[in-house]
Structures are given as structure tokens and as C-alpha cells.
């Protein structure tokens, strides 16, 4: 079994949300997706939609940087390539060799807490990162979204490495919050 494929993580609310939060971003939903959604939307699906208005919300900025003029390290290439249209990401990375052969040599949990890391804080200021969950928690469902549509890996990895991460940061915030459903109820935290 490979790293982000144990059967707690699949299993998991944080996966199973992920997959919800997934198969909205996503254009086009295949009958079987569509039945996933379905069964999963009851329990996931206010959640989700709450998420991808807070990534819509304006916090994912095109700042005007261009992969291809950054002189940065791999990591912060990606960073950069995920600020921008999701749909524009995957033919960015598969037209550069070089980082699809880096990102299928290299894609581990390590990797992806990273780049995750790396890309909330590009986003959210580090000032605002104690007041702002509901963003940091969005952009990971984002990063996970945007990365598992890249079709480096198989998707069960990717999303498995997401509902880690989630657990690792933010599983502690969730519970104390009252769960999923309850720590983004509209009420309970402003969107900056």
C-alpha cells in the first residue's frame, strides 16, 4: 500500500470531503461521480460548497508572475503554477518536462506538506494565519483539487496526502469547532 493509501485515511471525513470538494471543482462529472457526489453531498456537500466560495472569494490573486520567468526552486514554481487558473495548470506543468518528471519522481507526503505549506502561506499572510482557518483549510482543498487533476499519480494519493495533511493541521481545529459541518457554519468565522 503506498503512502496516502491507508485505509484510515480513505475512510476518513477529510477524504470523503475531499472527494466531495473535488467532483465540484471538477467541469465535467461522469455518472459515477455524479453518484458519489450525490451520497456524499447530504453530509459533505454544504461543506464543500462553503469551501469553494471562500478559494472563490478572491484569495487566489493572479499576481502576474509567469512560471517561466521565475528563477525559483521547483516547490515555489509549483506555488506560483497553483495560484492560477486550474485549468490553465495542467498544461503549464505538462508542457515543462522537467517539473513532470521532477513531480512523478518526487510526489511523497513530505513533498506535498511542502508545497501545501508553501502555497497557504504565499496566500494568506502570516500575521492572519492564528484568525484565518476557514482559508488555510480552503486552500489545502484547493492545492489537493488542483493536483490530483494533474493525473501524475493516482488520485487515491493525492487525496490521501490532502486528508493527512488535514489531519495533521487542522483536525484539532475542526473538533473543537464542533466538526466539519459545524466549524464552517456561516456565523462562526468571517472570511477575510
Known sequence: MM???????TCSDEYRLLQTYCLKRRK?????????????????GDVA?????IVDSGLLVDDGIEADSV???DIEKLV??????????NE????????????????????FDKLTTAFITSVVPEYLQSRSKHEQIALTFE????????DLHPMNRVMGFGAQYL?????????????????????DEEVH
Do not use: M
Not at 3 to 9: H, M, Q
Not at 28 to 44: D, P, W, Y
Not at 94 to 107: D, F, I, P, S
Open 143 to 150: 492545492v489537493t483539487s488542483r493536483l490530483q487533476a494533474l
Open 92 to 111: 503549464k506543468i505538462q508542457k515543462n518536462h522537467e517539473l513532470v518528471g521532477y513531480l512523478q519522481r518526487t510526489l511523497s507526503y513530505d513533498f
Open 167 to 187: 489531519q495533521k493541521y487542522f483536525a484539532p481545529w475542526v473538533k473543537q469547532h464542533g466538526g466539519w459541518e459545524k466549524a464552517f457554519d456561516d456565523d
Open 3 to 9: 503512502e496516502g493509501d491507508s485505509p484510515s485515511i
Open 28 to 44: 465535467s462529472s461522469t455518472k459515477t461521480s455524479a453518484c458519489v457526489l450525490n451520497a456524499q453531498s447530504e453530509i459533505f
Open 80 to 89: 506560483e503554477l497553483l495560484k492560477k487558473s486550474g485549468d490553465e495548470l
Open 49 to 53: 460548497e462553503k469551501l469553494t466560495r
Open 71 to 73: 528563477n525559483t526552486d
